[in-house]
């Protein structure tokens, strides 16, 4: 055999064994795999994931999740089980998240809060404010009342300016029945009116009940009213 010949079938052999390598750890990699599976499936539980891309805000239903198995060492202690899918029926997600990521508490908006803000309506504020003159109403002003709140500005010209905010609904009273001298009023204002409303505060302020069945009569402005809070002038 030549030398041409002896090199040409080293090259060819190498080749052919280097492929023959490759296989043999290929394969050994896959029943190495499939058994590191097959024992870590003892240990398997079933995760709660979701099922789609969501956006912040989502109530969660049933179609939302799926379940898919983590082992047991891989599985964080804030992760949902199966045994725990139904608790998640209507929670709210709190932020953005992607398909098959584990549904944890880091993303949903925490059922205890049953505070203030969750209760208030949309568009509105609690601003809570100190008064003497409900008495003026034998203390039967409560929750749910709607009312007008009128501050007293400065005298002008031998007349007294007054700034109205009609139609607001009573949150919350307190101090009446624990026979306080002053009573705080918690008022839902619209958010467009707060601005308006919180330069008001500091003058004396009047409240009038007002009844539920004439809630946009309007006695404060004069002709046509461009605005809710509107300055008006009694001699």
Do not use: C
Not at 213 to 234: L, R
């Amino acid at each position: 055999m030549t030398r041409k010949a002896k090199w040409i079938f080293a090259v060819v052999f190498s080749v052919l064994l280097s492929i023959v390598t490759v296989v043999l750890i290929h394969q050994y990699l896959q029943r190495e795999t499939s058994r590191r599976l097959e024992q870590a499936s003892g240990n398997a539980r079933n995760v709660v994931v979701f099922a789609s891309e969501l956006q912040a805000g989502k109530a969660l239903n049933a179609n939302d999740l799926l379940v898919r198995k983590y082992p047991e060492e891989l599985i964080s202690a804030q992760w949902y089980l199966e045994s725990s899918a139904g608790m998640l029926i209507g929670r709210q997600l709190r932020s953005d998240v992607q398909p098959g990521e584990p549904v944890s508490e880091r993303v949903l908006s925490s059922n205890l809060n049953n505070g203030l803000s969750a209760k208030l309506p949309n568009g509105y504020y609690a601003i809570t404010v100190e008064t003497d003159n409900l008495g003026h109403h034998n203390a039967m002003l409560k929750t749910g009342d709607v009312v007008d709140i009128v501050f007293v500005g400065g005298s002008f010209e031998q007349s007294r300016q007054y700034t109205a905010f009609d139609n607001i609904e009573i949150f919350d009273v307190y101090g009446v029945q624990e026979n306080f001298g002053t009573y705080s009023l918690t008022l839902l204002i619209e958010s467009a009116r707060v601005r308006d409303f919180t330069r008001a505060l500091g003058n004396p302020m009047l409240v009038w009940a007002r009844e539920h069945s004439s809630p946009n009569v309007d006695i404060w402005a004069k002709g046509t009213k461009q605005s809710k809070v509107a300055p008006w002038k009694v001699q």
